[in-house]
């Protein structure tokens, strides 16, 4: 039997058709800089927001690790969902962190109650990729799973087939972020997104990088993009649209499809 589509309910919040949830990172390198960053946010334009761990100068001690996330967490309005994670070097981040490190950190974190998802790496060892998954699961907790390029962009064919493997693996939300080298690879992640799309099981996450991919992260509506990042403060990765007017012309986008 065919499963059918799925969407991803996070403290309330669906992820799935429609006009994308605005998603925002928090950048800030210690306790009072998140704090600050919480304090910035308008919660009429912020569906989700992101503790990129991997900016945090204490990430190398748990304790310190936990006190930010319950800081972040107890300073967000109650109906806003928070989601957990440490981008690594290799996939555009801050640093580099060992494989037993960068698992340990997760789950812990998972652990804790404080989050409601957790950025998982797509290219994370499988079996600790998977204890990762089923970790989160047991706790309630939603995994986004996710790939990024911030080289090029790879062919049509290479991204559905990794959002179906993150799929095929457990995520409650797959994503993929890629870099265009001309306005073709923007097409390409757009129709890579619509072809997988079709057939999905979860709701996707996708967008092309930098000046030439800011249509991608307008357009998931029309082509199957549940979610986007937006800044408040400094951005977490190029080309992010500053929330308050993404939110203004996400829904200028959704109310024209609707009619």
Do not use: W
């Not at 079996?127 to 911030?150: P, Q, T």
């Not at 992010?240 to 012309?249: D, I």
């Amino acid at each position: 039997m065919t499963e059918t589509f799925r969407p991803a309910v996070i403290r309330g919040v669906e992820f799935g058709p429609g006009r994308p949830k605005i998603c925002v990172p928090l950048t800030g390198s210690t306790v009072e800089e998140l704090r600050d960053g919480v304090a910035a946010l308008d919660g009429s334009f912020v569906d989700l927001v992101e503790l990129r761990a991997d900016h945090f100068d204490d990430v190398d001690d748990i304790d310190e690790v936990l006190r930010a996330t319950e800081t972040v967490r107890e300073s967000l309005p109650d109906e806003i969902p928070l989601l957990f994670t440490f981008r690594s070097k290799p996939e555009g981040g801050q640093r580099d962190i060992d494989p037993v490190a960068y698992e340990r950190l997760l789950l812990t974190t998972v652990r804790s109650g404080a989050i409601d998802a957790v950025d998982v790496e797509m290219f994370t060892e499988l079996a600790s990729l998977e204890r990762l998954v089923n970790g989160a699961h047991e706790r309630g907790v939603a995994v986004i799973m996710s790939s990024h390029d911030f080289q090029h962009t790879p062919p049509l064919e290479q991204i559905v087939a990794r959002l179906r493997l993150q799929q095929d693996l457990g995520a409650d939300i797959v994503k993929i972020a890629v870099m265009p080298e001309a306005p073709s690879d923007v097409l390409t992640l757009l129709q890579a997104t619509g072809v997988f799309a079709e057939k999905a099981t979860r709701p996707a996450m996708t967008m092309s990088m930098g000046p030439l991919g800011v249509v991608t992260r307008l357009a998931g509506e029309t082509f199957g993009s549940c979610a986007t990042f937006g800044s408040v403060g400094e951005a977490s990765a190029p080309g992010q649209v500053e929330a308050r007017s993404l939110r203004v012309t996400l829904d200028l986008l959704h109310d024209a499809q609707v009619g």
